[in-house]
């Protein structure tokens, strides 16, 4: 059974930092591309937005045009690890934030993806 688990949400300033962590277990963690959507407050689950990706090696990275140049995604294969580094916060960064995985899909696509976390709260004060 494959399970994804964030954590290392919390309540920020404008401008502040996180890094957000997404364990995985259950299979080899290297079968999986990554990604992180965010669901912000009032939105649907189907109104996810698509936030950043890795691709199964860790060589291949890609963004949403809304944080790019502000997060990082890194994978870190000794930890069945996947990270998001933000920095320079903004109040329109506040959502639930999920890391997702996929054995076959390398995309922007949430609907693609077959395996996800319960999420991890993210609060952006100005």
């Known amino acids: 059974q494959v399970q994804l688990g964030e954590s290392g949400g919390g309540s920020v300033q404008d401008g502040a930092s996180l890094t957000l962590s997404c364990l995985v277990s259950?299979?080899?963690?290297?079968?999986?591309?990554m990604g992180w959507f965010r669901q912000a407050p009032g939105k649907e689950r189907e109104e996810r937005e698509f936030v950043a990706h890795i691709t199964w090696s860790g060589k291949t990275t890609f963004y949403a045009d809304s944080v790019k140049g502000r997060f990082t995604i890194s994978r870190e294969s000794g930890k069945n690890t996947v990270y998001l580094r933000m920095n320079s916060l903004k109040p329109e960064d506040t959502a639930v934030y999920y890391c997702?995985?996929?054995?076959?899909?390398?995309?922007?696509?949430?609907?693609?993806?077959?395996?996800w976390g319960q999420g991890t709260q993210v609060n952006v004060s100005s």
């Open positions: 259950g299979r080899p963690f290297g079968s999986l591309a």
């Open positions: 997702a995985g996929d054995p076959l899909y390398s995309g922007r696509d949430q609907f693609e993806y077959d395996y």
